[in-house]
């Protein structure tokens, strides 16, 4: 948008608040420009996130038959990261396109990964996705970095991308376990100050066109699975 330029469409807007939250200290961490910043977050060693290990949720939800047979489904893992739950959807017979900001990670970890797994460097919000539609889409921690006014542009681009009957998962900080910033905070100054929280009541409201099947606490110290105390997981249906 050209500086100057008078607002007359939600464009317009959206880039307008891009540009405050890029002139932050922290930058706006939800674009491609980001790419290293999240590849080395994702790679320090003692980091909770340098793990190979899945989400509790996806396990739990798998063995009580939420998530519907993956044997054939076709997974979208958003924020896929080094390619953890990838793997995981992969090994339980999914084919899966994951997506992710962090392009050096993705280059280094793409030869491990199960053949039916496809990793892209891409921006969730301004580039395209995967053509098509999913049995199953999958967020773990993705939505609660991008900013406010960015989770219209998420929710036009997300939701249409989840097939009739499929299914939604997604894994953010919990609202009463992390202290976050306000929307309105992050609008006024735009810094994200490291991530959004959410309460159930904001995840039912925020993915109102879809049918809630479970919100709860992440559940921590499950042998065999990634569950830090800090999060919340709900789980979708696009009925």
């Known amino acids: 948008m050209v500086n100057g330029a008078r607002i007359h469409t939600t464009d317009q807007l959206l880039s307008i608040l891009d540009q405050v939250v890029a002139a932050s200290a922290r930058g706006d961490r939800s674009q491609s420009s980001a790419a290293e910043f999240w590849t080395g977050l994702l790679t320090t060693p003692g980091h909770p996130l340098a793990t190979q290990l899945p989400d509790e949720p996806l396990v739990d939800w798998y063995e009580?038959?939420?998530?519907?047979?993956?044997?054939?489904?076709?997974?979208?893992d958003i924020g896929c990261g080094s390619g953890r739950n990838s793997r995981w959807f992969a090994e339980h017979g999914a084919t899966v396109e994951g997506v992710d900001l962090a392009a050096p990670l993705l280059d280094s970890v793409r030869a491990t990964m199960p053949a039916t797994v496809t990793l892209t460097a891409s921006d969730v919000l301004r580039e395209p996705l995967p053509d098509g539609q999913f049995d199953l889409v999958y967020d773990s921690g993705c939505f609660h970095h991008l900013a406010p006014h960015r989770r219209i542009t998420y929710l036009d681009r997300v939701l249409p991308a989840i097939r009739p009957g499929g299914r939604f998962g997604i894994v953010t900080f919990a609202a009463d376990r992390v202290e976050a910033p306000t929307d309105l905070d992050v609008v006024l100054s735009g810094d994200?100050?490291?991530?959004?929280?959410?309460?159930?009541?904001?995840?039912?409201?925020?993915f109102a066109p879809l049918t809630p099947l479970e919100i709860r606490n992440v559940v921590p110290d499950r042998e065999g699975t990634f569950g830090p105390d800090f999060l919340n997981a709900a789980l979708f249906s696009n009925a």
């Open 192 to 206: 994200t100050q490291g991530g959004m929280a959410f309460s159930a009541d904001d995840l039912r409201t925020i």
């Open 64 to 76: 009580r038959g939420l998530l519907g047979n993956l044997d054939g489904a076709r997974a979208l």
